[in-house]
């Protein structure tokens, strides 16, 4: 009887292991069929991933927009923790969660299950079973030990801007577009962007320097609101409509402080405030000193929407070149209504037209003090 038991468990045991190995051989199989690609990424690493896969995350700042450009959002399996905070409901102010275009777009994106932080968690990643991982703002050695940690691969990516990154931009973009099948969907949106850009530059390049106002951009955000001091020489919507910019000659490329006293100095014809900083440079503009400029005196400030807010908002960045440009030079942009402008801008981006969402949220394309009107009722 014992030997008959004994025969009966082996005999049950063998089986077991012939169906599962059955089942891990269909499963191989399954994926063999399917194919897979290889892609060496941003960080010049060499990663093999299956062919179109259907569950995807993006980790870190910048992925999940471009996975949203892509037209993807619906094989995300999870976001990290600033695609799913709530934005600040409170009034005006710093981006704060999910009101970047691509999340007013999209906001089932927030409601996808959490997988960390902005660097990514392995053991949540890992959970939602996911065919790939893009993940921007890191370096090969980080991207490898993700991938170990959660046995999926890793593609690095680089975010870029409009500017001097915008060829980086387009490589990632490109990538992860032939990783996930959309290749027309991409070069779509290249082709867009760019011609976007020329008809920026064609409409303002010819412009005499004499008849170009002086213009100041401050309140500039950058990891946090900053006040009316805080600039860039080289703000890039200002830049996409050869707009004569004041701080151009005093510093490198990006956010800086000035001195009181060479804003003074300068004396611009036109100031843009990013409404990000609306509360500091509300307060700013209360020091009498500021009552002496020109823009001032004339009422010839204007907000402007955010769009450094988890990396570069692209469609943020060429609504806003349409809105300074309209303003600077209403001739040149006589046929523009910067409102539809922007919506036809996130409408191409994003698959939806949220102007009137940001405007909500941030103020929109209107003076400062109309900023300050609707913010005290």
Request: net charge neutral.
């Amino acid at each position: 009887m014992k030997n008959k038991l004994t025969f009966i468990l082996i005999t049950a045991f063998l089986l077991t292991s012939v169906l599962a190995a059955a089942g891990c051989t269909t499963q191989s199989n399954a994926s063999q069929n399917k194919g897979t690609i290889t892609v060496t990424d941003l960080t010049n690493r060499t990663v093999k991933v299956i062919a179109d896969p259907q569950r995807i995350v993006g980790v870190g700042a910048g992925a999940l927009r471009m996975i949203t450009y892509l037209q993807v959002t619906d094989r995300v399996v999870g976001v990290d923790d600033r695609e799913q905070l709530k934005y600040n409901t409170s009034g005006f102010g710093m981006p704060s969660g999910i009101d970047k275009p691509y999340n007013l777009a999209y906001p089932e994106l927030a409601g996808k299950p959490f997988i960390g932080s902005k660097s990514g968690d392995p053991e949540l990643i890992a959970a939602q079973n996911p065919d790939v991982i893009f993940f921007t703002f890191t370096t090969g050695k980080d991207a490898d030990t993700l991938q170990e940690k959660t046995g999926y691969p890793v593609i690095g990516l680089a975010t870029g801007d409009l500017g001097p990154g915008r060829e980086t931009f387009y490589r990632s973009l490109r990538l992860m577009a032939k990783v996930l099948g959309k290749q027309d969907r991409a070069e779509t949106l290249i082709a867009y962007t760019n011609s976007t850009m020329k008809n920026l530059q064609d409409r303002t390049k010819d412009i005499p320097m004499e008849k170009r106002p002086r213009v100041y951009v401050g309140g500039i955000a950058f990891n946090g609101a900053h006040g009316f001091l805080s600039t860039d020489p080289a703000y890039s919507p200002l830049l996409m409509v050869n707009g004569n910019n004041v701080a151009a000659s005093v510093g490198p490329v990006g956010q800086m402080i000035i001195d009181k006293e060479k804003l003074l100095e300068w004396d611009p014809d036109v100031i843009f405030v990013d409404e990000a900083s609306y509360e500091l440079v509300k307060a700013d503009l209360k020091d009498p000193v500021y009552q002496s400029l020109k823009a001032v005196k004339n009422d010839k400030i204007y907000g402007v929407m955010p769009y450094n807010w988890y990396a570069n908002n692209y469609d943020t960045v060429l609504a806003d070149a349409y809105f300074i440009g309209k303003t600077l030079y209403p001739e040149q942009f006589s046929d523009i209504d910067p409102v539809k402008k922007a919506d036809e801008i996130y409408t191409e981006f994003d698959g939806k037209p949220v102007y009137n969402q940001m405007k909500a949220l941030f103020g929109g394309f209107v003076p400062f003090s109309s900023l300050n009107k609707s913010k005290e009722t």
